[in-house]
């Protein structure tokens, strides 16, 4: 394929995304939206994917350092963003059986 | 392996991970199934990452390790130690986090390979670094904010809007002609410059009360970000996570701004809460009436439905857990006790959820808005707790007041009102509440936690022992 053709096959990727995240984030109940804000910024941290090419690609020093910081930006918001939103989660729950046993 | 095997490999690891996102975010559906759902975007990250490690261009592994290293603890830090109510400022920081990562690979891209791009690979790199840097700003000052580091009140000078739009356009104009000479590398770090000083501008007129607009609108940039980091390196797992990013933090400014009854344009030029414009009547022509925790604990004694209105006061007095006792108390007499939840209580959206669940108050007492409101007229008393505009009955019958069409949870029309507050001040939008002074409704002033507890105490009195022992 052509250069040209990747990159408008690139624009349908991302506008079928976007309609599929329109769909799924319209169907999260408002009870849930903190952990739904704190998840799919766990999920956008994907720029570590990023940082790893360019911390890892060999390049100049400037280039390694900004990757550098970027992984390390990237992987706090991997790692907090998805352990922050399990201590969330955990706390949710319907009716207990005995009143006040909070786990 | 051959490169092309391994790169077939790669491709399906992103493939896979992204699925996993997909179906990770739709579990969210349902407290029931989410916790499940998160494991699997866990899963899909991890598939992600060790995919790209996999990746030939990766030579050198020292400069991941720190990084990656460092981020790790960073995050398990953030993450352990954020109390439930800082939860905004948390969000705010990690977008920042978030589009920080984002905008720095897309400068160090930039830097290494810059002259050699095409011209949609530019563009891309161009809104990469643009919403990046402001997201970067952008953030750290509602992060401010939230933390109350800096005045939550609006700041505005004359001729701000004008001032931000001349400078957006610089800023466009400038990605315009790095994209036509992408040798031009003054021109690409001034834009970065500008970018970030941008992000600054846009936050400064906006008040703390209208940062649940705000950090979700921010959010939609960071994705929007990791999403043009996707377009500028050819990748699609970034363009798909970015997008759903984009596609979450979007739709929940809109209902934000909904809940507001206002645009996104007024939330973020409009700077609310600025100047009172109120025709309410003056407060001190009105009389209202102020009670003991005693006279309020007698009413509750005798109540069969209670709705509690939690608002940003639960938060900052942390009264989640003595509300979470006084619910059980009430509950064990035999009370049915709800909670009605308006979308912008709070400093984010869903806010108010997470505290309750926090103090341990079941999900299936909180209802929304639009669930409970039919309901308040069978209530006996709506406990009213640090939460004031989203109850301002002004809202509905005073088309004068700067709130008004603003969708309101109707707490006035319970048998009685109780409202918990510190003082007669006003809300953040400086209106007077014309609830306070109905003559079903009566104030009990001081800290939210201390005046619940002293309602549990009282309330404990007018128990009789055998239904405190059941």
Known sequence: MTDSALQIMELYVFVLAAVVGYHI???????????????????????????ILIAGGGYAAVATVLGTVAMAA????????FLITERMLRMFHAKKPVAGGAK | MSHSVLNTLIGLTYFVASLLFIFGLRSLGSPRTAR???????LGMVLAIVGTLLNHEVISFTWIVVGGAIGTVLGIIIAVWTPMTAMPQRTALSHAFGALAASLVGIAHFYEKGASMNTIELVALGFEVMFGSLTVTGSLMAFGKLQEWLPGRPVTYKGQNVFNVGLFFTIAGLAIYVIIDPTAATAFYVMVGLATL??????????????????????????????ATGFALGNNILIIAGALDGASGLILSIIMSKAMNRSITNVL????????????KSAATLTYRSATPDEAASILDTAERVVVVPGYGMAVSQAQHAVKKLTELLERKGTDVRFAIHPVAGRMPGHMNVLLAEAGVDYDKLFDMDQINDDFERTDVAII??????????ARSDPGSPIFGMPILNADKARSVMVLKRSMS?????????????????????????????????????????????
């Open chain 2, 385 to 394: 707790i640090g939460a004031n505009d989203v109850v301002n009955p002004a």
């Open chain 2, 198 to 227: 941008f992000g600054v501008l846009l936050v400064l007129p906006i008040g703390a009360a209208d940062m649940p607009v705000v950090i979700a609108l921010l959010n939609s940039y960071a994705g929007l970000a990791a999403s």
């Open chain 1, 25 to 51: 984030i319209h169907r999260v109940p408002p009870l849930l939206h903190t952990p739904l804000m704190s998840a799919t910024n766990a999920v956008s941290a994907i720029s570590v994917v990023g940082a």
């Open chain 1, 74 to 81: 990237a992987m706090t918001n991997v790692v907090g963003g």
């Open chain 2, 269 to 280: 030029f409009g700077a609310f809460g600025k100047a009172p414009e109120s025709t309410a």
């Open chain 2, 426 to 470: 006003p809300g953040f939008a400086g209106i007077d509440n014309e609830l306070f002074y109905k003559p079903n409704t009566m104030m009990v002033f001081g800290d939210a936690a201390k005046t619940v507890d002293a309602l549990v105490t009282e309330l404990k009195e007018l128990t009789p022992a055998a239904a405190r022992s059941a």
């Open chain 2, 36 to 42: 499940r759902g998160m494991h699997m975007a866990e």
